[in-house]
């Protein structure tokens, strides 16, 4: 069983800049590639970007391309997510995600763990 935890959402102006925190208790945290989601009122939860187990590889999705950045530390059983240049669009409820496998996908259904989430609201 894995936790994960994320921290860091809150309230910006357009433009402006978070970090999110995913923390996650397993201890093999480097055999799980993770993934962000985000779920705004009324619709679904839409991939955002992945990364690898090792961080060697990332994936974005087209809407926060150049403007999102996944990294993580195995040694500290975190990823993170910067975000800049933020849009009254990103407002959402944020998620990690953990998959046991080596390049995470953009299905969220073959994740096998979840974060509860962090609100992130960008206004205008």
């Known amino acids: 069983q894995v936790q994960l935890v994320e921290s860091g959402g809150g309230s910006v102006q357009a433009g402006g800049s978070l970090r999110l925190s995913c923390a996650a208790s397993a201890r093999t945290f480097s055999a799980y590639a993770m993934g962000w989601f985000r779920q705004a009122p009324g619709k679904e939860r839409e991939f955002v970007t992945a990364i690898s187990r090792n961080g060697v590889s990332t994936s974005y999705a087209d809407s926060v391309k150049g403007r999102f950045s996944i990294s993580r530390d195995n040694a500290k059983n975190t990823v993170y997510l910067q975000m800049n240049s933020l849009k009254p669009e990103d407002t959402a409820v944020y998620y990690c995600?953990?998959?046991?496998?080596?390049?995470?996908?953009?299905?969220?259904?073959?994740?096998?763990?979840w974060g509860q989430g962090t609100q992130v609201t960008v206004s205008s």
């Open positions: 995600a953990a998959e046991r496998t080596t390049i995470a996908t953009m299905k969220k259904g073959e994740y096998d763990y």
